[in-house]
């Protein structure tokens, strides 16, 4: 393998029903840092069927160029044949880094892909850096249950791949005046020589708690002793009209569902405002909610790690706290005369 002959920063850039996810305009924008390190160009890859039109967006968002298979075999996300495109699109154009959304179709994917390309793939990624004078992509993720961070490297095989965790990165303003190549790929792919078969899509409309997409949440932690006191957590989320979480000790005590739970094997956030009540600041929970834009911490201890992440910190008992919170949040909206927007 003759790493000289791979050159570029590559992100895939999921869509489902002509909409782009989330997670891949913020690829971008750590692509973006990425291939400006190395002084590479920043690529972005689609598949789907009639999606052209979304490259543009694509650029907008810090791509230079944007590669397209437009084919209706592509309509619905299936291994296959989406695996078909990228392999397609690697062995051509030989990309030495591929960044995936660690969603559930860009986790099969990317796996699908690693597999058949021999590579390697470092899984559900927080942090993304390069080594510019080795060109290695240094993908960090917690290790040993949460207890370190390990970087990993792919140090013998071409492209370097990982997938990352939504909400860990931060997508760039979109810039429309931005110009970029859109090259469009043609594959063969025929629906009868597909082994699956999409039948019937079915949307989830049951009514769940979507933490991804809040902007204030009240987060609690085994510090609030017992699942009397963390009422006042839900108490003080239903006075500022926020969401409600945990860490993973709340949902393993049965004190929430695991929907519910912020942090390595739950939820990443990235709400407006994070309290964080009673929680000591494991880094499997950090990682799950650093982004946030302000997060006000309450603990008794004044040596626990979450106040080196906290934008506030109060040292205290949260049972006195909490109440104390409510009762001003309160009398806040009864001067205003109703509802008050905290974010």
Same mark, same amino acid.
């Given at each position: 393998?003759?790493?000289?002959?791979?050159?570029?920063?590559?992100?895939?850039?999921?869509?489902?029903?002509?909409?782009?996810?989330?997670?891949?305009?913020?690829?971008?924008?750590?692509?973006?840092?990425?291939?400006?390190?190395?002084?590479?160009?920043?690529?972005?890859?689609?598949?789907?069927?009639?999606?052209?039109?979304?490259?543009?967006?694509?650029?907008?968002?810090?791509?230079?160029?944007?590669?397209?298979?437009?084919?209706?075999?592509?309509?619905?996300?299936?291994?296959?044949?989406?695996?078909?495109?990228?392999?397609?699109?690697?062995?051509?154009?030989?990309?030495?880094?591929?960044?995936?959304?660690?969603?559930?179709?860009?986790?099969?994917?990317?796996?699908?892909?690693?597999?058949?390309?021999?590579?390697?793939?470092?899984?559900?990624?927080?942090?993304?850096?390069?080594?510019?004078?080795?060109?290695?992509?240094?993908?960090?993720?917690?290790?040993?249950?949460?207890?370190?961070?390990?970087?990993?490297?792919?140090?013998?095989?071409?492209?370097?791949?990982?997938?990352?965790?939504?909400?860990?990165?931060?997508?760039?303003?979109?810039?429309?005046?931005?110009?970029?190549?859109?090259?469009?790929?043609?594959?063969?792919?025929?629906?009868?020589?597909?082994?699956?078969?999409?039948?019937?899509?079915?949307?989830?409309?049951?009514?769940?708690?979507?933490?991804?997409?809040?902007?204030?949440?009240?987060?609690?932690?085994?510090?609030?002793?017992?699942?009397?006191?963390?009422?006042?957590?839900?108490?003080?989320?239903?006075?500022?009209? +926020?969401?409600? =979480?945990?860490?993973? /000790?709340?949902? #393993?005590?049965?004190?929430?569902?695991? &929907? %519910?739970?912020?942090?390595?094997?739950?939820?990443?956030?990235?709400?407006?405002?994070?309290?964080?009540?009673?929680?000591?600041?494991?880094?499997?929970?950090?990682?799950?909610?650093?982004?946030?834009?302000?997060?006000?911490?309450?603990?008794?201890?004044?040596?626990?790690?979450?106040?080196?992440? +906290?934008?506030? =910190?109060?040292?205290? /008992?949260?049972? #006195?706290?909490?109440?104390?919170?409510? &009762? %001003?949040?309160?009398?806040?909206?009864?001067?205003?005369?109703?509802?008050?927007?905290?974010?």
């Amino acid at each position: 393998m003759n790493f000289d002959d791979y050159c570029g920063v590559w992100v895939f850039i999921e869509q489902n029903d002509g909409k782009i996810e989330g997670v891949s305009l913020e690829l971008l924008g750590a692509g973006r840092s990425l291939a400006d390190k190395l002084q590479v160009p920043l690529s972005g890859f689609i598949l789907g069927d009639g999606i052209r039109s979304l490259a543009s967006q694509v650029i907008a968002y810090g791509a230079d160029q944007v590669y397209v298979i437009d084919h209706p075999v592509l309509k619905h996300y299936r291994t296959e044949s989406y695996m078909k495109g990228v392999i397609h699109l690697a062995q051509n154009y030989k990309p030495e880094i591929i960044l995936y959304g660690a969603t559930p179709n860009g986790k099969d994917l990317a796996s699908a892909v690693a597999t058949d390309l021999n590579t390697g793939l470092t899984a559900d990624t927080t942090m993304l850096d390069v080594d510019v004078d080795k060109r290695l992509l240094e993908a960090s993720r917690p290790a040993f249950g949460g207890n370190i961070m390990a970087t990993i490297l792919c140090k013998k095989h071409r492209p370097q791949m990982a997938t990352v965790r939504p909400k860990v990165m931060k997508a760039l303003a979109p810039d429309s005046g931005r110009n970029g190549k859109v090259i469009e790929e043609n594959i063969s792919l025929k629906e009868e020589e597909m082994r699956t078969k999409v039948l019937q899509i079915v949307n989830d409309v049951t009514k769940k708690t979507n933490l991804a997409d809040a902007h204030v949440i009240v987060c609690g932690g085994k510090g609030m002793g017992d699942l009397q006191n963390f009422q006042l957590i839900h108490e003080l989320a239903e006075t500022i009209g +926020a969401s409600v =979480g945990g860490t993973r /000790d709340v949902v #393993e005590a049965g004190w929430l569902p695991h &929907e %519910q739970q912020v942090g390595q094997t739950g939820e990443t956030v990235t709400p407006k405002i994070y309290f964080a009540i009673g929680i000591s600041g494991a880094i499997q929970h950090v990682v799950g909610m650093k982004n946030s834009e302000l997060i006000i911490a309450i603990n008794k201890d004044p040596n626990a790690p979450i106040f080196d992440v +906290a934008t506030y =910190g109060i040292v205290g /008992d949260a049972m #006195e706290i909490v109440p104390a919170l409510i &009762e %001003q949040f309160k009398s806040l909206r009864t001067e205003k005369g109703g509802e008050v927007s905290y974010v």
